[in-house]
T-cell receptor
Framework: GNSVTQMEGPVTLSEEAFLTINCTYT??????LFWYVQYPGEGLQLLLK?????DKGSNKGFEATYRKETTSFHLEKGSVQVSDSAVYFC????????????FGDGTTLTVKP | SAVISQKPSRDICQRGTSLTIQCQVD?????MFWYRQQPGQSLTLIAT?????????ESGFVIDKFPISRPNLTFSTLTVSNMSPEDSSIYLC??????????FGAGTRLSVL
């Protein structure tokens, strides 16, 4: 079956620190990979995505590279801000899934000033 | 993209009562998804709702407890029936978009006393 494993949280960083949240996956097929972010009191929203091997998704200073050989899609940001405090979900989707994604457990990030 | 309006945004309910959550999308979509997100945990898919057919429920969720309506391509409701404190959670509506991206409502925060 399909599954996503995320680095356990919570993660607490100081402002301007470097962020990495690890994500690995297993899939029966060739998935698209996503990072979603959930700010307090809100639903999930797409942060970035990649659809094929070696693609790099990027948005708002966050990056993740689709690594087929290691089945990974780690999220990175060079300098986090307090406003980045949120829950981050790694996800995969296959064209056979009728639009559904498989989500990781989420990683809570708190950035302190 | 899709804009999803979900209501109520939060509610406090008494044990044994039922609550109906509404989800309105700004465009016509085939699939709508209902998730439960318990505090500090990931998303659990409750069911997939297709217009004009019975919803498809995931293991552990039954229609008597979580009846779903899907009267047209832009609207769905989820009812949480005969509630108990264990039903306290965030309920999220989602739709699938192009390139397998999912769009989410802001969620309904339910507390059952």
């Amino acid at each position: 079956g399909n599954s996503v494993t995320q680095m356990e949280g919570p993660v607490t960083l100081s402002e301007e620190a470097f962020l990495t949240i690890n994500c690995t996956y297993t899939a029966t097929g060739y998935p698209s990979l996503f990072w979603y972010v959930q700010y307090p009191g809100e639903g999930l929203q797409l942060l970035l995505k990649a659809t094929k091997a070696d693609d790099k998704g990027s948005n708002k200073g966050f990056e993740a590279t689709y690594r087929k050989e290691t089945t990974s899609f780690h999220l990175e940001k060079g300098s986090v801000q307090v406003s980045d405090s949120a829950v981050y979900f790694c996800a995969l989707s296959l064209n056979t899934n009728a639009g559904k994604s498989t989500f990781g457990d989420g990683t809570t990030l708190t950035v302190k000033p | 993209s899709a804009v999803i309006s979900q209501k109520p945004s939060r509610d406090i309910c008494q044990r044994g009562t039922s609550l109906t959550i509404q989800c309105q999308v700004d465009s016509q979509v085939t699939m709508m998804f209902w998730y439960r997100q318990q505090p500090g945990q990931s998303l659990t898919l409750i069911a997939t709702a297709n217009q004009g057919s019975e919803a498809t429920y995931e293991s552990g969720f039954v229609i008597d407890k979580f009846p779903i309506s899907r009267p047209n391509l832009t609207f769905s409701t989820l009812t949480v029936s005969n509630m108990s404190p264990e039903d306290s959670s965030i309920y999220l509506c989602s739709v699938g978009g192009a390139k397998n991206i999912q769009y989410f409502g802001a969620g309904t925060r339910l507390s059952v006393l």
